[in-house]
């Protein structure tokens, strides 16, 4: 008779616990543009390329992940060079960072529409 809710119990228990890794792993680690909410990206002004160094500089909003609340110009490597072709001087862009041994590193960005 307790058999069956035993069994129950642990079938709805594993099922939580799956649900719950499930949400997890699709939740971490940086995303690409196309998968963050707009809110989560920040808005800046491209200032400078360096293809070469695999930095690009930005004048840019508040980044409020990381209690910057004030807009500023700042240098920032990025995780793949090749996102920045076809970035130049002047163009609006949109992009997220991560934060890697006390430096903000760019993971995605793309020109702002």
Do not use: C, W
């Not at 616990?17 to 949400?23: H, R």
């Not at 400078?48 to 490597?77: C, E, L, N, Q, W």
Request: charged residues 15%; positive net charge.
């Amino acid at each position: 008779m307790f058999k069956p809710l035993i069994i129950a119990g642990i079938v709805a228990t594993l099922a939580a616990i799956f649900a719950t890794a499930s949400f997890a792993a699709t939740t971490r680690g940086p995303a690409t543009v196309g998968q963050l909410a707009q809110s989560d990206l920040i808005e800046g002004e491209v200032r400078k390329v360096d293809m070469s160094a695999g930095k690009i500089t930005i004048r840019h909003g508040p980044i409020p992940k990381y209690d910057m609340a004030s807009p500023m110009t700042m240098v920032f490597p990025t995780s793949n060079t090749a996102m920045l072709a076809g970035l130049a001087a002047g163009d609006k862009v949109v992009f997220d960072v991560i934060k890697e041994g006390g430096s903000l590193t760019i993971t995605s960005i793309r020109k702002a529409n």
